[in-house]
């Protein structure tokens, strides 16, 4: 199994930054995919970014803004988040997905809230 931890949320300003971090652990070697959710108040969990072995994706209400970064040797996924607005207000989750003999596997970070105040 896989542990995720995340880390670098909080509060800050319309047009500010922040980085957060997700250190994994536990069966890390069997990770194939990484990814960052979010959730607002009263909205589904969507995805925001993910990373494997091709090219980055990201939503487009981030894309431009956001980039997701992977340090495998580290274990841990990052999320560069620039220009932020208001409605970038959420709880951003951790996701990895590992691929083992019995089939993909998510797991989930406990989150961390980010607040952008204008």
């Known amino acids: 199994q896989v542990q995720l931890v995340e880390s670098g949320g909080g509060l800050v300003q319309a047009g500010g930054s922040l980085r957060l971090s997700c250190a994994a652990s536990g069966s890390t070697s069997s990770i194939f995919t990484m990814a960052w959710y979010r959730q607002a108040p009263g909205k589904e969990r969507e995805l925001a970014a993910n990373?494997?072995?091709?090219?980055?994706y990201y939503a487009n209400s981030v894309k431009g803004r956001f980039t997701i970064s992977r340090d495998n040797d580290k274990n841990t996924v990052y999320l560069q988040m620039n220009s932020l607005k208001p409605e970038d207000t959420a709880v951003y989750y951790c996701?990895?997905?590992?691929?083992?003999?019995?089939?993909?596997?998510?797991?989930w970070g406990q989150g961390t809230q980010v607040t952008v105040s204008s």
């Open positions: 990373i494997n072995s091709g090219t980055p």
């Open positions: 996701n990895a997905v590992t691929l083992r003999s019995y089939g993909p596997r998510n797991y």
